[in-house]
Nanobody, 124 residues
């Protein structure tokens, strides 16, 4: 069993920053690609950013590119999402996810493990 727990969400004013963390524990599962997704009320869950095992490949949605940075610490089994210049439209529940086959994909259906999510609210 794999557990993934997000933290770091909260309420922030527009233009502010937050750093999300996601710690994985339990059964090891190779060298997963890790990603962040988000889901706003009434909308589908969408891809935000992903990172390969080595950290060399990082990929982002156009809506966050240049503002968000994904990183990971494999020794701690933790992935991070640094969010700068936040906008009200970034308000959502943010989920981390793991893809165990090494595919750098943006498709949520291809991710194998998910956290419970952390709320991010950006006020205008």
């Amino acid at each position: 069993q794999v557990q993934m727990v997000e933290s770091g969400g909260g309420l922030v004013q527009a233009g502010g920053s937050l750093r999300l963390s996601c710690a994985a524990s339990g059964r090891t599962f190779g060298r997963p690609v890790m990603a962040w997704f988000r889901q706003a009320p009434g909308k589908e869950r969408e891809f935000v950013g992903g990172i390969s095992w080595s950290g060399v490949r990082r990929f982002y949605s156009d809506s966050v590119k240049g503002r968000f940075t994904i990183s990971r610490d494999n020794a701690k089994n933790t992935v991070y999402l640094q969010m700068n210049s936040l906008k009200p439209e970034d308000t959502a529940i943010y989920y981390c996810a793991a893809e165990v086959h090494g595919r750098t994909t943006v498709e949520r259906g291809q991710y194998d493990y998910w956290g419970q999510g952390t709320q991010v609210t950006v006020s205008s």
